[in-house]
């Protein structure tokens, strides 16, 4: 089974320039960007070797990660309307 990575480029490839202005110049983003980018590594990881975790413990990093997620489209959205 093939399974997508859930980046932020591919999710909002139309707004990767922004995505990568505020990775490289805004630290608050920067670090949310860090521990939403480990969230998906882990999620990935578990998903794609069928590990066996928790239904619980997977749901979990998955709603954490949708909270980043939903976070940096924010402020993405923020600082493209600041333009």
Known sequence: ???DKHTLVNDFPDHQHTIRHLKMNDNHFA???DAYH???SEVHHIE???EPVADEYLDSLKT???HLKDQLFNLVIKAEKAL
């Open 64 to 66: 954490r990660r949708v």
């Open 48 to 50: 794609k070797n069928d």
């Open 31 to 33: 670090k949310l960007f």
């Open 38 to 40: 480990e969230l998906e």
């Open 1 to 3: 089974m093939q399974l």
